[in-house]
């Protein structure tokens, strides 16, 4: 053997995790100025023809890689590790749990510019070693002038390496590691400068109820922790169990995570924590910039945030001393990833608090049927709030039977008297459709024909402002056409949407303000902000609102809400359909009478003997999830069995299908019999975006043998010739069925 090899035998492997579409670790040597190599630092190596920053998950004593082939690391980004212990085995486990590419999770779990190399926390600064004298430097310069100007350079004062390529000019890191060799240059830690929220007062809250006390109890004071279900009634004051039992934790010292399904729609959750806490909190959710992102996550990592709020990626951030995880409105699909790494966050919250032994809170007035079922089966331990915090009742409930009273431009007569009473009564109102733009269709009334997206199996919605049709799925817009297409008749716009249903509120009460609340009216966070603002001062009176309206805002003077069409939902292909039409609409109902004055809640419907309405009528959520759960488990749908669904797509429509067809061959070959197949079949929109989309399913009682399934079925999958003419993806868990 010769020196070279005997010196590579003795050098351990990196495992390093790389932002790259391939389920495995690359194997790498150490660079050659040396250094500590924990797990969790960051690390520089060239990938392919390029240069990359990884993430060193694990050191091994050989490699299955020639030892020829092996490149070495070039730079070594942290001097402590990046991510923990517990966070690194977190992602491993998510991994492999969604059959993922780990480079592309641990990518996940990183703020943007702590995976383009940015230096974190504390500033690297090159400083000359105690050794080091000027006449090193003229040593130097003679057959290395660009170490000796490096030398020279940090013997005057140290330097800050973020600035280094300014200051030594490309091309500086070669002659700094041989310098670092010789151990004539060295690098220290300098505390970064954090610019952050100016920790407020701490404020004490309200009396709590006596179920909100014995909530708060079980959460903190029971004997061993594990997942509490905190099922309360809109306005029941959940927001304020989490507060007490986070003060609970900060008091010993600890940390807590808060997880909102969309943080931009709750601004008054963060306002009230920063009111209540005197410490500092950080924010993270993907509207703030990057440098503030990575600012409010190493506040989190370092422990100077106490606690943190944020949106599903949150659930990743380090926290050196976490002691409670809280997830509010647990039900909500935006907790699933729907792209990319398809994860779900309130499945990772419960898993990363098992792994550390701390309790979590899953919150809603509307529990997901998985974590119903988690409870009846003792999974979870189940705490009610079932009566609305202080003086508040429940609101009385309406059915207005659109058979019996149609109703016109989509509002009927008892509706709109009823807003004319509570408007009277200086009371705001709240109207809820779930369908944006001035009307659904354009129609042509003599030959039928309608206006069609020519990318997506979708009709165009009509818009006004600005005027045109436009694809809610695929964002094509074009200008309508003066007449039909087909026949040259004149056309008309059919079908209400939130737009038009705002010129009809606004010419029916023209001395009243009128807002719209929808993707279209609140695209920037500041839009966002004025509406929920000039609602919560009372300027406008009438507000009308698409799903956005269901997301946990008070609004303490509204006293009627009216759902103008409750038959979207009831007969959905998706068997999640009435699960997701029931939180829906209680969701928006639970917005009236969260005061001293009673609300009332109107649901206009041709369907009012639908058994789904006629529990959450008169048995409310709890009836309906009773009879909900009956019918999965008599149809074997989640939460009584485990679901993963391998998607394709691509230009052509008989690609998907045949690459879906051999997926299924080749885990019929390996089939276990607990695992059924179901498929390949088209997407229920099989055209979108031009492309078609196809699925198969696999379905089992047990998840060790989906798991087992998948493990095997991968690599055979990425195999396949076919894959290369698709874009195909895994989703473990979905919660759509597109």
Not at 342 to 356: E, G, L, M
Request: include cysteine.
């Amino acid at each position: 053997m010769d020196k070279e090899a005997a010196l590579l035998a003795n050098e351990p492997i990196l495992k390093v995790a790389i932002n790259a579409p391939l389920r495995t670790l690359f194997d790498y040597l150490p660079p050659k100025a040396g250094g500590a190599l924990l797990p969790g630092m960051r690390v520089r190596v060239p990938f392919g023809r390029t240069r990359q920053v990884g993430l060193l998950v694990a050191l091994a004593p050989a490699s299955d890689v020639p030892s020829v082939r092996l490149r070495r690391v070039e730079e070594i980004l942290d001097l402590q590790p990046l991510l923990g212990a517990e966070d690194m085995d977190l992602l491993l486990w998510a991994a492999r749990y969604y059959a993922h590419p780990v480079g592309e999770v641990f990518a996940t779990a990183i703020p943007t510019l702590a995976r383009q190399g940015r230096r974190l926390g504390e500033r690297r600064v090159a400083r000359a070693a105690a050794a080091a004298s000027p006449a090193d430097a003229e040593r130097l310069a003679g057959r290395a002038p660009r170490q000796a100007a490096i030398l020279r350079q940090l013997l005057a004062a140290p330097l800050d390496l973020e600035t280094a390529d300014d200051e030594f000019g490309p091309g500086w890191r070669g002659p700094f590691r041989r310098l670092e060799a010789q151990g004539l240059v060295e690098i220290t830690l300098a505390p970064a400068d954090s610019e952050g929220d100016v920790p407020g007062p701490d404020t004490g809250g309200p009396t709590l109820t006596p179920s909100q006390a014995a909530a708060v109890e079980n959460i903190i004071g029971a004997p061993g922790p594990g997942p509490v279900l905190l099922f309360g009634v809109t306005g029941s004051g959940k927001t304020e169990v989490y507060l007490r039992a986070i003060e609970s934790v900060l008091a010993e010292g600890r940390q807590a995570l808060v997880l909102v399904p969309e943080i931009g729609l709750t601004p008054q959750t963060v306002r009230r924590f920063r009111r209540r806490f005197g410490c500092r909190i950080a924010v993270l959710h993907s509207g703030l910039t990057e440098k503030v992102r990575l600012e409010a996550w190493m506040d989190a990592r370092s422990g100077r945030a106490r606690i943190v709020i944020g949106t599903r990626s949150a659930v990743f951030t380090p926290m050196p001393d976490c002691g409670l995880i809280a997830v509010d409105e647990e039900h909500d699909p935006s907790f699933k990833q729907q792209e990319g790494f398809r994860y779900s966050a309130r499945d990772i919250a419960v898993v990363r608090a098992h792994r550390s032994g701390i309790p979590v809170v899953l919150g809603s007035a509307t529990p997901s049927l998985e974590s119903m079922r988690n409870a009846d089966a003792g999974r979870y331990r189940r705490v009610d709030l079932a009566e609305r915090a202080g003086s508040a009742a429940r609101p009385v409930v309406r059915v207005v039977d659109l058979r019996v009273t149609p109703a016109r431009e989509g509002l009927t007569t008892p509706l709109l008297q009823a807003m004319q009473r509570h408007l009277d009564g200086d009371g705001q109102v709240i109207l809820f459709l779930n369908r944006r733009g001035y009307a659904t269709a354009l129609f042509c009334s003599e030959c039928g024909w309608v206006a069609e997206c020519p990318r997506c199996d979708a009709r165009m919605t009509v818009h006004q402002h600005p005027a045109g049709l436009r694809c809610h799925h695929c964002n094509r817009s074009e200008q309508p056409p003066s007449t039909c297409r087909q026949c040259g008749a004149g056309l008309r716009p059919v079908g209400q949407g939130t737009e038009r249903i705002e010129a009809v509120l606004a010419a029916q009460f023209p001395d009243l303000t009128v807002g719209r609340l929808d993707r279209d009216t609140a695209k920037t966070r500041e839009s966002l902000t004025a509406l929920l603002e000039d609602m919560r001062q009372g300027r406008t009176r009438i507000l009308v609102g698409t799903q956005m309206l269901t997301k946990g805002h008070d609004f303490p003077d509204v006293t009627l809400v009216g759902v103008l069409n409750c038959d979207q939902g009831l007969f959905g292909t998706d068997f999640r359909s009435d699960e997701r039409l029931a939180q829906t609409i209680l969701q928006v109902s639970g917005r009236a009478g969260r005061r001293e004055r009673r609300g009332e809640v109107i649901l206009q419907t041709s369907y009012p003997q639908h058994r789904l309405l006629s529990h959450l009528v008169s048995g409310g959520y709890a009836d309906f999830t009773r009879e909900a759960l009956d019918e999965r488990a008599a149809a074997g749908w989640p939460p009584f069995s485990h679901l993963a669904m391998l998607r394709a797509e691509a230009t052509g429509r008989g690609e998907p299908m045949g690459f879906l067809q051999r997926c299924r061959d080749l885990a019929e070959g390996g089939r276990r019999t607990c695992v059924s197949i179901l498929g390949p079949a088209p997407a229920p929109m099989e055209r979108r975006s031009g492309r078609y989309r196809a699925q198969l399913l696999f379905r089992s009682t047990a998840r060790p043998d989906l798991h087992a399934l998948l493990n095997d079925l991968l690599p055979a999958v990425e195999s396949l010739k076919e894959s290369r003419r698709v874009r195909w993806s895994l989703d473990v868990d979905p919660v759509e069925l597109f």
